[in-house]
């Protein structure tokens, strides 16, 4: 299997192989060239139906700096907004020979579908409620570089459990490693069942009190119409990660989140300016772990063995 579609069905020994080949990428970052040949004669294509800042960016730079040969579709100006299909889409990359597509959509599924009907490799950028399979693998390359292990830890997911797909791939990813997760956020962004897979906290207090780990999550505004809550301002009150919560918080917590980040709504400034919040930390460490999965998409052996 040559694609990275999700975390769940994703081994122990695969993602400590990922995590391991990542922190070598880590020193090319730190170098002053920035500069490998790994995927030198490769062409990375992005294809996001979606809005994204630091992931479309971070896939992007992570191929450049592997001298790969990158395209990034907008689908705002492509041959989508004539009435192509995604299929159509798919074929006519295909013929335009991308050995990589990165790929994000709205609907849940859509890279699964892509790569059954592809010849190139496939990677999961995020699709729908779904998954979001690079963040988590960074979420858990921060922690293990910081604590120095990703094993029976106990873990905070704060926030909108329900639409996130960060949620859902780091308890995947997280509970392979005898992790202890507990959920927290407003009962209406609480999934039905989610008690078979984390805790779920009664309170915020109680959610974050004893962790060595706190993942803040974005309240996804644009999925918000069915009035899930009723104010930003009450989230930011009762849910949110200010000073007031921060003394049941351990100074040596990791304070995470995956942004963008809604200042005041999930987290105040202040908490994130704090020497153990991973935020910008996050993003660099970002780029390493794509270079790696890259890598080992591009090869024979893939990231399954």
């Not at 890279?111 to 950028?125: Q, R």
């Not at 304070?255 to 400034?269: A, D, K, L, T």
Request: aromatic content about 6%; glycine content about 6%.
């Amino acid at each position: 299997m040559k694609h990275l579609l999700g975390l769940r069905d994703l081994s122990k020994e695969d993602i400590i192989k990922i995590l391991n080949l990542a922190k070598d990428m880590k020193t090319i970052l730190k170098s002053e060239t920035k500069k490998t040949p790994h995927l030198q004669g490769y062409s990375v294509v992005t294809l996001f139906y979606e809005n994204s800042t630091r992931t479309r960016t971070s896939f992007e730079l992570a191929a450049k700096f592997m001298s790969a040969n990158t395209t990034s579709i907008s689908v705002q100006t492509s041959s989508v907004q004539k009435g192509e299909s995604l299929l159509d889409t798919v074929k006519t990359l295909e013929a335009l020979k991308t050995d990589v597509l990165i790929v994000r959509h709205s609907v849940s599924g859509v890279p699964h579908f892509i790569a059954k009907n592809c010849s190139f490799s496939v990677i999961n950028a995020g699709d729908g409620m779904n998954e979001h399979p690079t963040q988590a693998l960074l979420d858990m390359f921060t922690i293990r570089e910081r604590l120095g292990t990703i094993e029976k830890l106990k873990i905070a997911i704060i926030g909108d459990i329900l639409h996130s797909r960060v949620a859902r791939s780091n308890i995947w990813g997280l509970s392979k490693f005898d992790n202890q997760i507990t959920v927290f956020g407003p009962q209406t962004l609480i999934p039905p069942y989610i008690e078979n897979f984390a805790e779920v906290a009664s309170s915020l207090e109680e959610a974050v009190s004893g962790k060595d780990v706190v993942i803040d999550l974005r309240i996804q505004l644009e999925r918000q119409k069915r009035g899930f809550i009723t104010s930003k301002q009450e989230y930011y009150k009762f849910y949110g990660l200010n000073e007031d919560i921060m003394r049941y918080i351990s100074g040596s917590t990791l304070i995470m989140h995956p942004g963008p980040v809604n200042r005041g709504v999930e987290i105040s400034s202040e908490v994130m300016q704090l020497p153990n919040s991973t935020i910008d930390e996050q993003v660099t460490n970002g780029i390493a772990v794509r270079m790696a999965i890259l890598y080992l998409c591009t090869r024979k052996e893939g990231i399954y063995r």
